[in-house]
């Protein structure tokens, strides 16, 4: 893997397509080089989508894939909730092609906005946002952009996160409870935490 997916590679993209299963159904994604998990389901998304089912959206609201890499989860959401918008927000923008491909690919485009983090409307609050966020930019960067998001949240709102419990998943749990957040541990499996996180 790239280790630095969260920054758009330069030079001509390898591009694959990769098969994957879940939420009781067979998917086929275009993926490449220089993004995150490139080759296949990341195993902490994978853990997300098995512990989250499309079922907790009740609603046609919005929703946000905070470093949605090449769409997985975003493209996911819209086939399997019809009506729901997602902002899919990444800083690699060959992530951000590939997200659109897959929308695309999926019928689901006109749902499916792929996004730089300064192109995502500042007024728009969120019904659910779901994430494995970025932690290997640092623990002060990592704050600063779940910090800025999550204020994102509609009054109601949720978010999903998956976070590598060797990669300091108890220690944020503290801070975002430090930082007035309700966040409840619902899973743990394969080394990864699941934290539903709530005003």
């Not at 897959?102 to 485009?109: C, D, I, K, L, P």
């Amino acid at each position: 893997m790239n280790p630095h997916y969260f920054t758009t590679p330069q030079g001509v993209a390898t591009r694959r397509e990769i098969t994957m299963t879940f939420w009781g159904r067979s998917w086929t994604f275009d993926t490449a080089d220089g993004v995150f998990s490139g080759s296949r389901l990341d195993p902490g998304t994978a853990v997300l989508l098995r512990e989250v089912a499309p079922d907790a959206v009740t609603s046609a609201g919005r929703l946000l894939d905070l470093g949605c890499g090449y769409g997985v989860i975003a493209v996911a959401l819209a086939v399997c909730v019809p009506g729901v918008v997602v902002d899919a927000v990444d800083v690699n923008e060959r992530a951000l092609e590939l997200c659109a491909r897959n929308a695309e690919r999926y019928g689901v485009s006109a749902r499916v906005h792929p996004l730089l983090p300064e192109q995502a409307n500042v007024d728009i609050r969120y019904d659910q946002l779901w994430s494995n966020p970025p932690i290997r930019i640092g623990k002060p960067a990592l704050h600063e952009l779940l910090a800025a998001w999550l204020a994102r949240l509609a009054d109601d709102g949720v978010a999903h996160l998956v976070v590598g419990k060797n990669l300091g998943a108890d220690s944020l749990q503290t801070w975002l409870v430090s930082q007035g957040w309700v966040s409840e541990r619902i899973a743990s499996a394969k080394g990864f935490r699941v934290f539903q996180v709530r005003r």
